[in-house]
């Protein structure tokens, strides 16, 4: 799998947009850029995914660079309640759009939130 | 509800004394794996199964052991728990593989004296 690069920390104040950032720069064609997050001590929650398109959901958007070397996470209101660990992932999938094999979470980037 | 359980939450054991985590799903997914958190080492998969009667390795297996005999079930197994075992667990599972959204469920706090 592409090797991921995430900033240790970041802050942002209640109510802006918190951007986190990912650095990918050797993902492979096939290799989707998928987040997670872990509020303290609890499993972690998919956020959102995507291959080279930007995507939005209810939760966030991932604005993936047109070189797919890095992408960036959008909560774009944030709040008290997305203070958490935030990980970034990198997975293959083949054209039958099946992931083989294991899923391996890196250090990530923890998100404060403060008021 | 759609969910992913665990039991127990928590657990306190001795060096040497087996025990069973129990996971179980009900959204008749077809991958399940075990991770473990410890302080600054982050989330490392153990073992993950990709169907009934279908396992193998994560990154960290070493003392841990698994069974898929059940699409809903996915128990973990310390044969012979030591200290260095003690962790915060979780199951997760998935409808097909990784490429799906992983459903984790609440952990089990595991303290190996």
């Known amino acids: 799998d592409a090797k991921t690069t995430q900033p240790p920390s970041m802050d942002c104040a209640e109510g802006r947009a918190a951007n986190l950032p990912c650095n990918h720069s050797t993902i492979s064609g096939n290799e989707y850029v998928y987040w997670y997050r872990q509020i303290h001590s609890q499993g972690p929650q998919y956020i959102i995914h995507?291959?080279?398109n930007n995507e939005t959901n209810e939760m966030a958007s991932l604005i993936i660079t047109e070189d797919r070397k890095s992408s960036t996470l959008i909560l774009p209101h944030a709040t008290l309640r997305d203070t958490a660990v935030y990980y970034c992932i990198v997975r293959p999938v083949d054209a039958g759009g099946t992931s083989y094999g294991k899923l391996t979470f890196g250090q990530g980037t923890i998100l404060t939130v403060h008021p | 509800e759609a969910q992913v359980t665990q039991n127990p939450r928590y657990l306190i054991t001795v060096t040497g004394k087996k025990l069973t985590v129990t996971c179980s799903q009900n959204m008749n997914h077809e991958y399940m794996s075990w991770y473990r958190q410890d302080p600054g080492l982050g989330l490392r998969q153990i073992y993950y199964?990709?169907?009934?009667?279908?396992?193998d390795k994560g990154d960290v297996p070493e003392g841990y052991k698994v069974s898929r005999k059940e699409k809903r079930n996915f128990p973990l197994i310390l044969e012979s728990p030591s200290p260095n075992q003690t962790s915060l667990y979780f199951c997760?599972?998935?409808?097909?593989?990784?490429?799906?959204?992983?459903?984790f469920g609440p952990g089990t706090r595991l303290t190996v004296t």
């Open positions: 199964s990709m169907n009934v009667e279908v396992t």
């Open positions: 995507g291959l080279k």
């Open positions: 997760a599972s998935s409808l097909r593989d990784t490429s799906y959204e992983q459903y």
